[in-house]
């Protein structure tokens, strides 16, 4: 059974960071691509980052520049290290596996930047 286990998520700052943590289990087929999206309250789901499992990584314009994603293929686990951080980052996070069979949502960890 695939298993998607996030982690680090809290209450920060203005101006501080997070490093968010993604471990997937029991997956079998090929991992395509592993990425984080996020839900802020009263909006829709959108892409924060993602990276190919050849290493090449997409950032949303909005991030660009303060937060990195990166992988750890033989563990499966995808990182978000989220720097410089505003209120308007605050929302759901949830982290994306893309298989070549189907796709893996995590259940979420909450980010809230405020002062």
């Known amino acids: 059974q695939v298993r998607l286990v996030e982690s680090g998520g809290g209450l920060v700052q203005p101006g501080g960071s997070l490093r968010l943590s993604c471990a997937a289990s029991?997956?079998?087929?090929?991992?395509?691509?592993m990425g984080w999206y996020r839900r802020a309250p009263g909006k829709q789901r959108e892409l924060v980052a993602d990276?190919?499992?050849?290493?090449?990584?997409n950032y949303a314009d909005f991030v660009k520049g303060r937060f990195t994603i990166s992988r750890d293929n033989a563990e499966n686990t995808v990182f978000l290290q989220m720097n410089s951080l505003k209120p308007e980052d605050t929302a759901v996070y949830y982290c994306?596996?893309?298989?070549?069979?189907?796709?893996?949502w995590g259940q979420g960890t909450q980010v809230t930047v405020s002062s």
């Open positions: 994306k596996i893309a298989t070549n069979k189907e796709d893996y």
């Open positions: 029991g997956i079998t087929v090929s991992i395509i691509a």
């Open positions: 990276i190919t499992s050849g290493g090449h990584t």
